[in-house]
């Protein structure tokens, strides 16, 4: 029996998949030809027509061939898949590497953007709408303003009635005498139906604005006739502290006492607590913006004023000023696009070559792992297509870890702490450094 010729056909040597030991960027600039587009999937930085291409890229990839060709052993051993497998796999490498830099960003300045402009995306992540600021805005570096902080301060400080960003509206209604009790709520929401004020009937600010929203009430005040002075007068009157029972008494071309500065900070804080504590002998209730008058206001001359604010649906842009209701609201909504390859250092550039290393190792796994054993006459040629699969996922996962451990030292937490840290080293060791002795 004639011994059988273990060559291989020409059709099947023709058909063989071996890894080149080189790649090329040649033929590959063109989005519309055949090799760019199975080479790259996504063609995110190969596409001639994608605002991120770069040529830099194209060549990054080729070399990348080179490097797995001798990583897996490709002098020894045939490495059965082709050198697209790795330009795809070194796509795939960048895309990751700019996702965890912009998970990082977001990190940091999350907090600040909330509220600002946000964009519309492709189907790759690239801007195709909103503020043109937005470009490439991961590339920049946020001014740390403490938006946020501020936005909740401002919340707190006009419950304080301190400041805030809400505007304060205000409204008059007539005084009824021996009637005690007035609904607020119904007197604005009619107020600014009709676009008159209860009392004047003039226009007001708020038309339109109440409808079937709550209104709160923040002061209620009235004024007194004109003939009616105060209890802090500019001249005499209740108006002293302590032994200063002629100050601020004296007439025209007299005589002022010398008194020292620690008396008028007493008297300014007895004006102080005039202002705030008790202008008016009428006090009230509010409960659900009804009003009841102590003691009745029988024989009360004009009318009263209300202070307040109308809710504002927290899902509603303010339309006198934008105050960041619209815009950037979590991590989806950041305009951050891929990172441009150019914009990558050599640090980067390193993970992303061991990374798309591993990719390729999970790639050949799956072209070996087809079969556990290839025969061959009188014996078995084992793969070790498991192996590889192991080995992969091993690699890439310990990467993403190192790249994510580093990142997380260099938020910007992170780098404060560190500057603190410094200066308190810094001084440390000032305080133990022998100081100059001078003379005069």
Same mark, same amino acid.
């Given at each position: 029996?004639?011994?059988?010729?273990?060559?291989?056909?020409?059709?099947?040597?023709?058909?063989?998949?071996?890894?080149?030991?080189?790649?090329?960027?040649?033929?590959?600039?063109?989005?519309?030809?055949?090799?760019?587009?199975?080479?790259?999937?996504?063609?995110?930085?190969?596409?001639?027509?994608?605002?991120?291409?770069?040529?830099?890229?194209?060549?990054?990839?080729?070399?990348?061939?080179?490097?797995?060709?001798?990583?897996?052993?490709?002098?020894?051993?045939?490495?059965?898949?082709?050198?697209?497998?790795?330009?795809?796999?070194?796509?795939?490498?960048?895309?990751?590497?700019?996702?965890?830099?912009?998970?990082?960003?977001?990190?940091?300045?999350?907090?600040?953007?909330?509220?600002?402009?946000?964009?519309?995306?492709?189907?790759?992540?690239?801007?195709?709408?909103?503020?043109?600021?937005?470009?490439?805005?991961?590339?920049?570096?946020?001014?740390?303003?403490?938006?946020?902080?501020?936005?909740?301060?401002?919340?707190?400080?006009?419950?304080?009635?301190?400041?805030?960003?809400?505007?304060?509206?205000?409204?008059?209604?007539?005084?009824?005498?021996?009637?005690?009790?007035?609904?607020?709520?119904?007197?604005?929401?009619?107020?600014?139906?009709?676009?008159?004020?209860?009392?004047?009937?003039?226009?007001?600010?708020?038309?339109?604005?109440?409808?079937?929203?709550?209104?709160?009430?923040?002061?209620?005040?009235?004024?007194?006739?004109?003939?009616?002075?105060?209890?802090?007068?500019?001249?005499?009157?209740?108006?002293?502290?302590?032994?200063?029972?002629?100050?601020?008494?004296?007439?025209?071309?007299?005589?002022?006492?010398?008194?020292?500065?620690?008396?008028?900070?007493?008297?300014?804080?007895?004006?102080?607590?005039?202002?705030?504590?008790?202008?008016?002998?009428?006090?009230?209730?509010?409960?659900?913006?009804?009003?009841?008058?102590?003691? $009745?206001?029988?024989?009360?001359?004009? =009318?009263?004023?209300?202070?307040?604010? +109308? /809710?504002?649906? %927290?899902?509603? *842009?303010?339309?006198?000023?934008?105050?960041?209701?619209?815009?950037?609201?979590?991590?989806?909504?950041?305009?951050?696009?891929?990172?441009?390859?150019?914009?990558?250092?050599?640090?980067?550039?390193?993970?992303?070559?061991?990374?798309?290393?591993?990719?390729?190792?999970?790639?050949?796994?799956?072209?070996?792992?087809?079969?556990?054993?290839?025969?061959?006459?009188?014996? $078995?040629?084992?793969?070790?297509?498991? =192996?590889?699969?192991?080995?992969?996922? +091993? /690699?890439?996962? %310990?990467?993403? *870890?190192?790249?994510?451990?580093?990142?997380?030292?260099?938020?910007?937490?992170?780098?404060?702490?560190?500057?603190?840290?410094?200066?308190?080293?810094?001084?440390?060791?000032?305080?133990?450094?022998?100081?100059?002795?001078?003379?005069?």
């Amino acid at each position: 029996m004639p011994t059988p010729s273990l060559s291989p056909p020409a059709s099947a040597a023709s058909t063989s998949v071996i890894l080149t030991s080189t790649g090329s960027a040649d033929g590959l600039l063109d989005i519309n030809s055949a090799a760019n587009t199975v080479n790259y999937p996504l063609g995110i930085y190969a596409a001639a027509s994608s605002v991120l291409y770069d040529a830099n890229f194209l060549s990054g990839a080729s070399d990348q061939v080179a490097y797995t060709y001798k990583k897996l052993g490709g002098d020894v051993l045939d490495i059965e898949i082709t050198a697209g497998n790795v330009y795809a796999a070194y796509e795939e490498a960048v895309l990751e590497y700019s996702y965890q830099i912009n998970i990082h960003q977001a990190k940091n300045v999350l907090s600040d953007l909330l509220g600002m402009s946000t964009g519309t995306f492709d189907n790759n992540g690239q801007m195709t709408g909103g503020d043109a600021s937005g470009s490439e805005v991961n590339l920049s570096f946020p001014k740390y303003e403490f938006r946020y902080a501020r936005r909740v301060a401002e919340g707190l400080s006009r419950e304080a009635g301190v400041g805030g960003n809400v505007t304060m509206y205000s409204a008059s209604f007539n005084i009824t005498g021996g009637q005690q009790e007035y609904d607020l709520q119904t007197i604005i929401s009619r107020s600014a139906a009709n676009n008159l004020d209860d009392a004047t009937g003039t226009p007001v600010p708020y038309v339109d604005l109440i409808g079937n929203k709550k209104v709160r009430i923040e002061k209620v005040y009235y004024k007194t006739p004109a003939s009616m002075w105060r209890f802090y007068g500019y001249y005499g009157g209740l108006n002293v502290v302590g032994n200063l029972n002629y100050y601020g008494q004296y007439a025209d071309d007299t005589t002022f006492e010398l008194i020292p500065a620690w008396h008028n900070k007493l008297q300014a804080a007895a004006y102080e607590d005039h202002l705030w504590t008790r202008l008016s002998h009428y006090s009230y209730e509010l409960h659900n913006n009804k009003l009841k008058i102590y003691p $009745s206001p029988d024989g009360f001359v004009g =009318n009263m004023w209300v202070q307040f604010t +109308a /809710d504002v649906d %927290a899902w509603i *842009e303010d339309s006198d000023k934008k105050h960041g209701v619209d815009g950037i609201n979590n991590m989806n909504t950041l305009p951050f696009e891929n990172l441009p390859y150019k914009n990558i250092n050599a640090i980067g550039k390193h993970w992303i070559r061991r990374f798309a290393l591993a990719i390729t190792m999970g790639m050949l796994s799956q072209v070996r792992g087809k079969f556990s054993s290839i025969p061959i006459p009188g014996e $078995s040629i084992q793969l070790n297509g498991a =192996n590889l699969a192991q080995v992969s996922a +091993a /690699d890439m996962q %310990a990467l993403k *870890e190192e790249l994510k451990a580093i990142l997380d030292e260099m938020t910007y937490r992170a780098l404060a702490e560190k500057d603190a840290q410094m200066v308190t080293n810094t001084k440390m060791v000032l305080e133990n450094a022998p100081l100059l002795i001078y003379q005069g």
